[in-house]
């Protein structure tokens, strides 16, 4: 039978685990919950009810491994009370449960999640009003089964372990809270936990137990439940031997207890918060990197599987934990976390990337139907708000949870290292503040490109600018490619040609030096030479260089766009499709873009100046110089900066400039240290504008409008005959040291045009700007 979720406006149906699959709450104690059958290819143990009796370790540090679980600047141990996400989040500590509370009063199993060991079918279901059978056979294939607990409190486990009372019902079974006796005994004691078997005739339930016995108790990672030992102990009822894994008892709460206890400023149910998610995803990782390094896959990665307690997260449940090359072991999963392939390809490192990335997603937004009709597939973009808002999140969820297993990231570090970049462009979107980081994957900025505000963008300025990729240092011309920085070009070109056997990294250093010479065909084909094996997401980089160069910024979108696809943490990937979208003619696009670069890592001068670019372009001018004066001052670009704000304030858009603006340009120019030429050079263009100012009838108070083509001496007459009548001394305010009025800024301009001659060194310029000062010079009244 089935049953519809009673939350008011819900048409979901409440799940085998007893959440509903559209709102995820939790089925009323009074409701049924439907029956589903899980997928014969794939076995599905019944699911915890009760996982959050046991967590994180109290006073652990955060450890990191290496390999596939390095986290590149990542902290070894807590940085700092709550906080978690390499030390970048404050997370409220949870707080530990007292052991004793944890016990259930009435152990007793949910009949929605009573299956048969076997062959997944529902057992122990009532009919017609009668409550279902706690004990008994399977009605398919006379499987026995019992949901009652084996163990009572106060018997003894191998002679050591005292039960206390049943925490949970798991996967593979119960889950018992005991004392261990021989610790107590010394005078402290120290809570453990029991995990037993739903049937010992269940041959997969015992083969998954034995895998445990083999292997887990090795498994010493902080992030990870620990295996103490492997007790067994007789049945006092059957007489059958069983075995019982003794594993560390913590008591913090599951994160899927965290996300159904959130609540919004309403009071109702909201998904956790976007960075408290990336924290959890971030430091949980490098226990997955751990596993995967030692040839162990965890399966079954799910909220219900990870605890937060006090400052720590730790992954718990191991039961589904398997040998990468065990291809015989039945395969345990979880509907809408785990990979679509895993029924016919089996469990790999990407099927664990998977269930993480579906993992992040369920925490993060309201994924109703996330095990019905988006089993395998995210929600639209255009449906989540919080994907439409947040990008690089939702591209790091699309590659995390690709349908090829391929195009998922290839480790839990590779993933941590991509989501603590987009964690930094969460936090700094938020308030402000950026948060730099050096790359794993690129150089800094090589130029910046767009500093000349009254210059177009161009493709070659920019893939001139760009970072470029950082080579592998274990590729084995590595050495020798590093002794061709500083030779010219086209002996750069002939060394790489003509060498033997070029590695993958031979085959780019070709291409960007051909791209540098401008050869962008003959680039072209050296990266069509690099073999399908090798080809990763450098391949789209230069690929985009390429059409920069050649002018085809609509090629080079999309090959940044992929790039930003794949590594959608690193900021350099953001500023180049950024650029790409500007000189496509997507303003919009590239601004949010530039913005998000900017806002993480001010090093990217490039971005704050396209950013204040497209702002001036949208008639946002106070926009376009607020981000200008954010360059700082130690910054090589904060002189072009301040001149780039000095002709956005000067820009002719709507409504500018005003009085102030003109004031405020002059204020900012002079506390410029600049060198002659280039000052004379930027007061002639800030005078030439004041002019047009005036002359369009702009004229501050107490001063009338200049009349048009009225004779100068006129002018000047009824100039100084208005000042004497309006009482205008020294004190009105001043551009460039000159009264804002017409006569005067003539005369400053013709001064800095004289200056600007005295400096040239070509004759026909220097006439050419005497002419100038010339023509601008107001008549003397005599």
């Not at 402290?188 to 029991?194: K, T």
């Not at 760009?466 to 240092?473: I, K, S, T």
């Not at 670009?637 to 400039?657: F, K």
Request: proline share 7%; aromatic share 6%.
């Amino acid at each position: 039978m089935t049953s519809t979720c009673d939350r008011p406006g819900c048409t979901g149906t409440i799940a085998p685990d007893g959440y509903c699959d559209e709102c995820g709450l939790k089925a009323s104690a009074t409701q049924p919950a439907s029956v589903a059958q899980p997928p014969a290819s794939v076995a599905q143990p019944p699911v915890s009810v009760a996982t959050s009796a046991y967590g994180g370790l109290t006073g652990a540090g955060l450890g990191r491994t290496t390999g596939s679980g390095r986290v590149a600047g990542t902290r070894t141990g807590t940085g700092g009370r709550g906080r978690l996400g390499a030390s970048l989040v404050v997370v409220p500590p949870v707080p530990l449960r007292d052991p004793t509370t944890a016990v259930m009063v009435d152990p007793q199993v949910p009949e929605s999640q009573r299956y048969c060991g076997k062959c997944g079918e529902p057992v122990g279901r009532g009919r017609a009003g009668k409550p279902g059978r706690v004990d008994g056979f399977c009605p398919k294939d006379r499987t026995p089964f019992s949901f009652r607990p084996r163990l009572s409190p106060g018997e003894l486990v191998d002679d050591r372990y005292e039960i206390l009372g049943a925490l949970a019902h798991g996967g593979l079974g119960w889950i018992y809270l005991a004392r261990d006796r021989n610790i107590s005994e010394s005078g402290a004691d120290r809570w453990v936990v029991l995990k037993g078997l739903i049937s010992t005739g269940d041959a997969d339930a015992m083969a998954s137990a034995m895998a445990e016995r083999r292997f887990l108790v090795e498994v010493d990672h902080p992030n990870i439940v620990k295996i103490h030992d492997i007790a067994q102990h007789t049945d006092a009822k059957t007489g059958e031997v069983v075995a019982y894994i003794v594993m560390e008892y913590v008591g913090g709460r599951s994160l899927k207890d965290l996300a159904l206890s959130s609540k919004g400023p309403d009071g109702r149910r909201a998904p956790l918060p976007l960075d408290h998610v990336l924290a959890y995803g971030i430091e949980v990782l490098p226990a997955l990197g751990y596993l995967h390094d030692r040839g162990l896959l965890f399966c079954d990665f799910k909220p219900d599987n990870v605890i937060h307690a006090e400052e720590q997260l730790k992954l718990i449940d191991l039961g589904a934990v398997r040998r990468a090359d065990d291809h015989d072991s039945a395969l345990w999963g979880t509907p809408g976390y785990q990979a679509p392939e895993l029924a016919k390809q089996g469990a790999s490192i990407a099927s664990d990337i998977y269930t993480v990335g579906r993992t992040l997603a369920v925490l993060s937004f309201d994924f109703g139907g996330f095990s019905t009709r988006y089993a395998t597939r995210l929600p639209d973009q255009g449906d989540v708000e919080l994907l439409a808002r947040e990008e690089s999140y939702h591209r790091l969820l699309l590659r995390a949870t690709h349908i090829e297993p391929e195009r998922r990231f290839g480790s839990a570090g590779e993933l941590a290292e991509q989501a603590v970049g987009v964690l930094r462009e969460v936090l700094s979107l938020a308030d402000g503040v950026p948060r730099p980081a050096p790359s794993m994957h690129f150089t800094p900025e090589r130029a910046t490109f767009g500093a000349d505000a009254r210059a177009d963008l161009d493709g070659p300025m920019v893939a001139a600018g760009l970072p470029l990729p950082l080579m592998d240092p274990t590729d084995p011309a590595a050495a020798l490619l590093a002794t061709l920085a500083g030779t010219d070009r086209a002996a750069t070109v002939a060394s790489l040609e003509t060498m033997p056997d070029p590695t993958i990294e031979v085959r780019l250093r070709l291409a960007r030096a051909l791209i540098e010479s401008g050869d962008t065909d003959a680039a072209t084909l050296a990266l069509q030479d690099i073999p399908a094996d090798d080809a990763d997401w450098r391949i789209d980089w230069y690929a985009g260089l390429i059409a920069l160069v050649a002018g085809r910024p609509g090629e080079a979108v999309s090959a940044f766009d992929a790039v930003y696809g794949t590594l959608p943490g690193e900021p350099a990937a953001r500023l180049a499709l950024a650029a790409a979208l500007e000189l496509n003619g997507d303003t919009d696009d590239a601004t949010r873009r530039y913005l998000r670069v900017w806002r993480v890592d001010h090093a990217y001068v490039s971005a704050g100046f396209g950013l204040a670019r497209t702002l001036l372009a949208a008639g946002d001018r106070a926009g376009a110089i607020a981000v200008l004066d954010e360059v700082p001052d130690i910054s090589s670009q904060y002189v072009a900066a301040q001149i780039a704000a000095v002709h956005a304030t000067l820009d002719s858009g709507p409504g500018a400039p005003t009085e102030e603006d003109l004031v405020a340009a002059s204020d900012r120019l002079e506390r410029l240290r600049l060198d002659k030429a280039r000052r004379a050079g930027l007061v002639v263009d800030m005078l030439s504008r004041a002019l047009q100012w005036l002359a369009s009838g702009s004229v501050p108070p107490g001063a009338a409008p200049v009349p048009v083509n009225v004779p100068w001496a006129q002018v000047v007459r009824e100039q100084l005959a208005q000042d004497r009548t309006a009482g205008v001394t020294t004190s009105a305010r001043t551009f460039l040291g000159a009264v804002l009025r017409e006569r005067d800024v003539r005369l400053g301009l013709e001064r800095a045009y004289r200056v600007l001659a005295s400096l040239e060194t070509d004759a026909q310029a220097r006439y050419a700007l005497v002419d100038a000062a010339n023509a601008v010079r107001p008549q003397t009244v005599v």
